[in-house]
């Protein structure tokens, strides 16, 4: 039981000096700042869409009302089989600008990786030389466009991340969501700037076309259902490590829809963490366990002191299963939340902030959860039973 207190405790403190690090790589983060709006570059958007008639309206205008020139981009919709309005959504836009193509116009029969193909599809009918992803739930701010054709400029990226922001309403579910994402984004915001790992998100990411087929495109990761951001920026990292960038910038905050229930939650994070063992930047492999195994010690050893809680001796101090929980958990939290305010300030969401102590005992079970299922489950996506 000492080897297991001893371990347990270890853990925490080497979680919580990580995440120290990480706020510290976080605060040294330039802001972007330009004196010149560079206006050289042309741009696609592309929007995989599958039933997205209840956002692609509000997604699709936010971007037609980009300052940047309207000659200079376009917004290429790729249906994937929907059975709702989207695509007469898409196609009643009065836009000369918009391409709406048809996955099933290129694609036959069933197979994985949906989302990676009609970006494939995308790029391989426009010309542009920046390809920027997002999703058709977001809603993108009026000069995105523009910041990240500067920073393609000013920078020599290849490969650019940019932050994302769950909007949340004041339902538990949301609120959840925003607080969780918003501590990931903050962990990749610190770790790409500092060229220590690959992470980012298919919502708000861009990189050059030329780099897209310098690197084969999904080639080699196609047959996996998600990854289309992560696991292509690791390829674009292999190509281009010292040009795979991230965009800190409020401007380019880009706001995506919290889902909506309980269940479409665990879906969701559950899809994320199916991708853990296929991530070839092997860099990301000890956080994830260093994370996952603090969350399963803070789980079951509670159970385990219902049972069992010995005393012992250790430091010249006496231990048992609950001051070794406390001080675990006092750690776990304690460095999350002073890690969480610079990237709470950064997002204007310090209420965020606020919620995150309430947030701690839901967050323990679901990355425990989640992680399993991820590893040893099946999933849901897009209305589809993903292996």
């Known amino acids: 039981m000492l080897v297991l207190y001893i371990t ?126 997002t999703d058709a739930d977001c809603i993108l701010p009026p000069h995105w466009l ?35 994402f918003m501590s990931l984004q903050g962990i990749t915001t610190a770790v790409v700037n500092a060229n220590q790992m690959t992470m980012c998100n298919g919502a708000n990411m861009a990189y050059t076309r030329k780099g897209f087929y310098e690197v084969n495109g999904f080639n080699g990761i196609d047959t996996i259902a998600s990854g289309d951001d992560m696991l292509l920026m690791h390829k674009f990292f292999k190509h281009y490590p010292q040009q795979v960038k991230f965009l800190q910038l409020p401007a380019v905050i880009v706001n995506t829809a919290a889902v909506q229930t309980i269940q479409q939650f665990f879906q969701q994070r559950i899809r994320w963490a199916s991708k853990a063992d296929k991530y070839d930047d092997k860099r990301i492999l000890p956080v994830l366990l260093l994370v996952y195994f603090l969350n399963v010690l803070l789980l079951f050893i509670p159970l385990i002191i219902i049972f069992y809680n010995p005393t012992v001796e250790w430091l010249g101090l006496r231990w048992n299963g609950v001051t070794i929980w406390c001080s675990m958990f006092a750690l776990k939290f304690l460095a999350e939340w002073y890690f969480m305010y610079p990237v709470a300030k950064f997002f204007n969401a310090m209420q965020l902030w606020w919620y995150f102590p309430l947030m701690q005992p839901f967050h323990i079970v679901y990355t425990v959860v989640a992680g399993w299922l991820g590893k040893w489950s099946t999933y849901q996506w897009k209305e589809r039973k993903v292996q």
Not at 21 to 26: E, G, I
Not at 57 to 86: G, M, R
Not at 113 to 133: F, G, M, Q, S
Not at 159 to 170: E, G, L, M, T, W
């Open 8 to 133: 347990a405790l270890l853990i925490a403190l080497l979680y919580a000096a990580l995440l120290l690090y990480y706020r510290r790589l976080y605060v040294n983060v330039p802001t972007f700042t330009t004196q010149k709006n560079h206006q050289n570059k042309t741009v696609a958007v592309i929007i995989p869409a599958r039933n997205e008639a209840r956002h692609i309206k509000k997604c699709i205008s936010s971007i037609i009302a980009q300052s940047y020139p309207a000659h200079l981009f376009e917004i290429i919709v790729v249906d994937d089989h929907s059975d709702d309005e989207t695509p007469s959504i898409v196609t009643n836009l009065q836009a000369t600008n918009i391409k709406l193509l048809y996955l099933k116009d290129f694609v036959q029969g069933a197979f994985n990786a949906y989302k990676k193909k009609a970006i494939e599809v995308a790029i391989a009918n426009t010309k542009a030389d920046i390809i920027i992803t």
């Open 146 to 180: 523009q910041h990240y054709v500067n920073f393609f400029n000013e920078t020599n990226a290849v490969f650019v991340a940019a932050p994302v922001f769950i909007h949340y309403q004041h339902r538990f579910i949301e609120v959840f969501q925003s607080v969780d």
